[in-house]
């Protein structure tokens, strides 16, 4: 049929259901794909957090290890007072800070919040103003005189460019020494509880890691980086921390000359609270008593020379108490004190000298320094440690401080003056003589069995106007040349802390 021109198909309706489902399909379609468009957009933007999060977090736990290892390294010879006050010797001494520096969040060297967010191409405008206590430093120069080996800006992770852009990831760390408040060693040895002063040998270090990750925003916070805080307790080694002024070591003892004791006036002063000479017997079974044998060598007007603890002559059997101490038990193994001047001596030596060595006026090298009117900690001392793996003779003037390892003979006919510990070691045999000597802190000598065919037997002579004078300040200073002994190790989180 024709109606003005137009053909018509009566047969199909002009908006039939067909066309309806296929826009509807079409719709639904459109919005699947947008859907999974969006899901896979999503998916990989995860991805790229996720992966961008791990790679930073991996990269802040290595910089927070590094930086732990770096002051692991750094610490032998530093005293550990002088570290807990800073690179300027100086501390706030208000008694809010003072509360502050004994909680467990003094001892992060960045705040949890202002980690986060710190630029790490260039922190120190956010952290102007901290205070530089716990900062990593060379105790035994002026205050101020010389930058800390660790900056209150951390160090960039080695391996990786300080001169990375803004937008790169890349990783620093930051280092800080705590002492261990409230704990009872250190309460006993340091009554007032001073979180800037050591009294018990053991510190607390922090380190933590910064890497550079995406920025995120909570709030008014911006996350701008992953943070990673390692912690490890150190504390001196106490094996050669003396309990008497001369320590004996050995299954027996014998004069290195031709008596135990020669003339009067000497002097072996154990103080207060500690024997003149304590002997620890290697063998304590084989019913030979050593302080018995020391004691007989002892004649009737030399008794009063030796001193200590109320006693003349102050000779005790201290071997019970050697051994029921962790580390001083030490003592009473060949294997460990072997290993000490096989390893431990040759690697810290200040000087190291093979052979026989005769030292005298003007011929010695430099063994330290120490100043009487400062204390031990005190920077403006300098210890050195020296091993001499062979004989020593000191013939003239020569003064020193700190430690000096003989493993062969040691024979001084005047002239020494030595401020910390002295350790005749190995062969075990010492001979000191001279009004011009005079050691304070403590003197060992030991016997080792088997060590280069020794025999066990120690060999002393002590006279002629020598003295010794027992000084735990002076033995820790000479300890404090020895490396540093790690006690512990943990993760910390932002939630640990209180």
């Not at 790490?120 to 060379?138: F, M, R």
């Not at 040349?481 to 006690?487: G, T, Y």
Request: charged share 20%.
């Amino acid at each position: 049929m024709f109606q003005g021109g137009t053909t018509m198909d009566d047969s199909r309706p002009a908006n039939s259901p067909e066309q309806g489902l296929a826009l509807l399909l079409c719709l639904m379609a459109l919005s699947l794909f947008s859907l999974l468009g969006l899901s896979m957009a999503i998916n990989a933007s995860t991805a790229l957090r996720i992966g961008d999060n791990f790679e930073a977090q991996s990269r802040a736990r290595y910089a927070a290890m590094a930086g732990l290892a770096h002051a692991r390294g750094l610490l032998r010879g530093l005293r550990f007072s002088a570290l807990l006050a800073g690179p300027d010797g100086t501390h706030d001494a208000v008694p809010a800070y003072l509360a502050l520096a004994r909680s467990h969040s003094f001892r992060n060297p960045v705040d949890w919040p202002l980690a986060r967010s710190l630029d790490l191409a260039d922190p120190y405008p956010q952290l102007l103003g901290l205070p530089d206590d716990g900062l990593i430093h060379d105790t035994g120069t002026a205050p101020g005189a010389e930058p800390p080996w660790v900056p209150l800006g951390g160090l960039v992770l080695p391996g990786l460019s300080p001169a990375a852009p803004p937008e790169g990831t890349y990783a620093r760390y930051f280092v800080k020494v705590t002492d261990n408040n409230g704990e009872s060693s250190e309460v006993s040895a340091d009554p007032g509880d001073s979180p800037f002063v050591d009294g018990d040998g053991t510190i607390i270090i922090r380190s933590l890691g910064l890497a550079r990750t995406l920025v995120e925003s909570v709030g008014p916070d911006r996350r701008w980086n992953s943070v990673s805080v390692f912690e490890a307790r150190f504390r001196r080694s106490s094996t050669f921390d003396l309990e008497a002024a001369l320590v004996l070591l050995g299954t027996d003892v014998m004069p290195s000359g031709s008596e135990l004791f020669e003339g009067v006036p000497f002097v072996i002063d154990g103080g207060a609270s500690n024997p003149g000479i304590g002997t620890a017997d290697l063998d304590p079974g084989d019913g030979m008593a050593v302080a018995q044998r020391v004691l007989d060598g002892v004649a009737v007007d030399q008794r009063a020379m030796i001193r200590g603890g109320s006693l003349a002559p102050s000779i005790q059997e201290i071997g019970g108490t050697l051994r029921s101490h962790p580390d001083k038990s030490l003592l009473f193994d060949p294997g460990h004190l072997e290993g000490f001047l096989r390893r431990t001596a040759p690697r810290c030596a200040d000087n190291l000298f093979s052979g026989s060595v005769v030292w005298g006026a003007g011929i010695a090298p430099d063994l330290g320094f120490h100043d009487p009117g400062a204390p031990s900690w005190d920077r403006r001392q300098r210890p050195r440690m020296t091993f001499v793996d062979g004989d020593l003779t000191v013939a003239g003037a020569v003064s020193g401080a700190g430690m000096l390892v003989v493993s062969g003979r040691m024979v001084v006919t005047g002239g020494l003056a030595f401020d910390g510990i002295v350790l005749v070691l190995g062969e075990g045999n010492l001979s000191v003589g001279g009004p011009s000597t005079e050691i304070r802190g403590g003197v060992l000598v030991g016997n080792l069995p088997g060590y280069s065919g020794s025999s066990g037997v120690a060999r002393l002579t002590f006279g002629d106007g020598a003295r010794l004078t027992f000084d735990r300040d002076m033995i820790r200073l000479g300890l404090s040349l020895l490396p540093a002994l790690q006690v512990s190790f943990r993760e910390i989180t932002a939630t640990m802390d209180p």
